[in-house]
Nanobody
Framework: QVQLVESGGGLVQAGGSLRVSCVAS????????MGWFRQAPGKEREFVAA????????SYTDSVNGRFTISRDNPKNTLYLQMNSLKPEDTAEYYC????????????????????WGQGTQVTVSS
């Protein structure tokens, strides 16, 4: 079992920055692929970014590429999402997720690839 707890969400103006974090309960955090997903009101949850443990490969959805950066600090069991140049359309509940399955560059973007999920942290970007 892996418990994930997100933090760092809040209200920020468009163009601003925010960093959300996700702390994992398990010491083998370094062996898990990690992802960030988000869900805006009235919309389905969507992939944002992911990082593969085996080679550090990262993947981003097109709408955040170049603005968001996913990273991890394995000794601290912590996953980060640095969000810059935020837009109102980035407003959503942000969830981190973990998987210890074998994932390709394609499958790492799928919700179904992840076993463990956090409760989410709200990010609101005002215009």
């Amino acid at each position: 079992q892996v418990q994930l707890v997100e933090s760092g969400g809040g209200l920020v103006q468009a163009g601003g920055s925010l960093r959300v974090s996700c702390v994992a309960s398990r010491r083998t955090f370094s062996n898990f692929h990690m992802g960030w997903f988000r869900q805006a009101p009235g919309k389905e949850r969507e992939f944002v970014a992911a990082i593969r443990w085996i080679d550090g490969m990262t993947s981003y959805t097109d709408s955040v590429n170049g603005r968001f950066t996913i990273s991890r600090d394995n000794p601290k069991n912590t996953l980060y999402l640095q969000m810059n140049s935020l837009k109102p359309e980035d407003t959503a509940e942000y969830y981190c997720a973990a998987s210890n399955a074998y994932l390709t560059g394609t499958s790492i973007r799928r919700e179904t690839a992840y076993t463990y999920w956090g409760q989410g942290t709200q990010v609101t970007v005002s215009s």
